[in-house]
């Protein structure tokens, strides 16, 4: 059966290319990240002025803790920041703001703030935004794993859905990746079972809405069998 979707309802993008972006520039690393906060800025308005229901951002991975000691203190530093200025954004724009990932690695003021976003954007009825914040896909399925059996739930598909951290999202449609690397690093294994996938050699920093419009301008037009002809 073909099962063509006219509209995607989530498209997760692994926003790559910050730190080529800002040595092309002769510019620090974290000029890189700083730029990269503002695209996500675009993007999410944009995803929610055309109507798509998910867009999630892979932000930091479970893996980017072996970074220097100083790039990863910024990245923190960013990612609170960035979440404190953005409050009157998801707020005028109905954007709900979601966190996916293990929060209990980060600082206790980090995690409040993560904490806050989401509860004062409960009520918007958009986009919802979801940061993957310190996620890797095995760590999720694993600690999935564990509250199935921790709840004396029997292990299916089903139940294993219902524990990850995106319980209740739709499965991802559009998975994006910038900066011309072709691989996932570990981003949302089980969500991705049937995405389309999409390259852009483009830097995170360079890319915009318009490039998000010829993707999903691009998938509307492929055909989606999911294992049927
Ligand atoms: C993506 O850009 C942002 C994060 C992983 C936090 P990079 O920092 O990986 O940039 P490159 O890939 O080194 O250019
Ligand atoms: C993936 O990018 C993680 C994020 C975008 C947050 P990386 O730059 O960490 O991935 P690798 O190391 O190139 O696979
Ligand atoms: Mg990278």
């Not at 309802?9 to 620090?28: F, S, V, Y």
């Not at 960035?82 to 409050?87: A, F, Q, R, V």
């Not at 089980?190 to 995405?195: G, N, P, S, T």
């Not at 809405?209 to 002809?229: C, N, S, V």
């Amino acid at each position: 059966m073909i099962d063509a979707l006219p509209f995607p309802q989530h498209i997760a993008i692994i926003m790559d290319g910050n730190g080529r972006w800002a040595k092309e520039r002769d510019l620090k690393r974290t000029a890189g990240h700083e730029e990269g906060a503002k695209v996500v800025r675009e993007i999410t308005i944009h995803a929610n002025n055309i109507g798509l229901k998910y867009l999630t951002l892979y932000a930091f991975s479970t893996e980017n803790w072996s970074r220097p000691k100083l790039e990863v203190e910024f990245l923190m530093k960013l990612l609170e920041r960035h979440l404190k200025d953005e409050l009157p954004m998801y707020l005028e724009n109905n954007v709900r703001f979601k966190a996916i990932g293990d929060l209990s690695k980060f600082s206790k003021s980090l995690q409040k703030t993560i904490k806050e976003t989401t509860q004062k954007t409960l009520h918007c009825s958009g986009l919802t935004q979801v940061l993957a914040l310190n996620y890797g896909s095995r760590d999720e399925m694993t600690r999935a794993v564990q509250a199935v059996v921790q709840k004396g739930m029997e292990i299916t598909q089903e139940s294993i859905a219902q524990n990850l951290d995106t319980q209740g999202m739709p499965d991802v449609d559009i998975l994006v990746r910038t900066s011309g690397e072709v691989r996932i690093s570990n981003f949302l294994l089980w969500q991705c079972a049937y995405a389309e996938m999409f390259f852009v050699q483009k830097f995170w920093p360079d890319f915009s809405k318009y490039d998000l419009d010829d993707i999903i301008d691009d998938f509307t037009k492929r055909e989606r069998r999911f294992g049927g002809i």
